[in-house]
């Protein structure tokens, strides 16, 4: 019988004291960067498509499937996202769950396929435009923590994108290379995700424990 080896964990400092990170963190971050790389994948593979063969009937059909898994590994990612502010982790949550709800809403009610639906309605796109809201606010902590150039440049391009299509501000040739360049970068931020270390993703778990020691001490009077 072999004797498996107690490894103790790496106790780290904190701005408010010790902390440990468990093989449940780990995990954690590891699902949320898989969540990440299935949304850029799903996101880049539909974009290719559209660029590459245009409107045609099976491209709009593969669309909302690839769309689903989109929206499904972007839900995952921000269920396992470490942000320190909770009420902006549950914005962001509550962004997706109004723009996933209006996505299954919109691909019931309409006849034509959900992509049609969307870039022809300026209410659609609104809708499920919070869905884009929410991965707009993992480009903005992720710029904001790691000081990421992919981004620093995706969180201007997002919306400037979905609001110029909403307002027609910008021409079909401009649509299609922010389009193009926000599915390269994506995917060179979830595949620079595999490579970042990941005790950096958990944070400081002081701090996680410093807020929720004070969220219950107002709680409690």
């Not at 400092?13 to 954690?28: K, L, M, N, V």
């Amino acid at each position: 019988m072999v004797e498996q080896k107690y490894i103790e964990p790496e106790v780290y400092q904190g701005q408010f004291g010790e902390f440990t990170i468990t093989e449940s963190d780990r995990t954690g971050v590891r699902i949320y960067r898989a969540g990440l790389m299935v949304a850029a994948i799903a996101f880049a593979t539909g974009t290719t498509l559209v660029l590459w063969l245009g409107n045609d009937s099976t491209v709009l059909a593969a669309l909302t499937p690839l769309y689903a898994c989109f929206c499904l590994g972007l839900g995952v990612s921000l269920v396992t996202i470490h942000i320190y502010l909770a009420i902006l982790h549950r914005l962001l949550q509550a962004f997706w769950l109004i723009g996933a709800i209006a996505a299954v809403a919109l691909n019931f009610q309409s006849q034509e396929p959900l992509a049609i639906t969307v870039t022809s309605n300026t209410a659609a796109l609104f809708a499920i435009g919070f869905t884009f809201a929410a991965l707009t606010g993992i480009y903005f902590k992720e710029a904001f923590c790691f000081d990421r150039l992919e981004t620093k440049l995706l969180t201007p391009l997002v919306p400037l994108l979905i609001m110029g299509h909403m307002f027609g501000l910008l021409s079909p040739f401009a649509e299609k290379l922010l389009l193009a360049t926000w599915a390269v970068l994506f995917l060179i931020f979830a595949l620079r995700k595999t490579i970042q270390a990941i005790p950096a993703d958990i944070g400081d778990k002081s701090v996680f424990a410093h807020l929720n020691s004070r969220r219950a001490s107002d709680a409690t009077g």
